[in-house]
């Protein structure tokens, strides 16, 4: 399941942090990252959903 995460995270980074963890700090987090430069909306999505 991890690696569908990673996957719809590399095509859209805030989807596979909203599949890991809701609606939260880190789903908001991963959104504005994510609007400031891809990668490191990217980046961040990476380490949330590996992190668990």
Known sequence: MDLIRIILS???PPLGVFLQVGIG???WLNILLTLLGYIPGLVHAVYIISRK
């Open 10 to 12: 590399v095509i859209i």
């Open 25 to 27: 700090k880190h789903f």
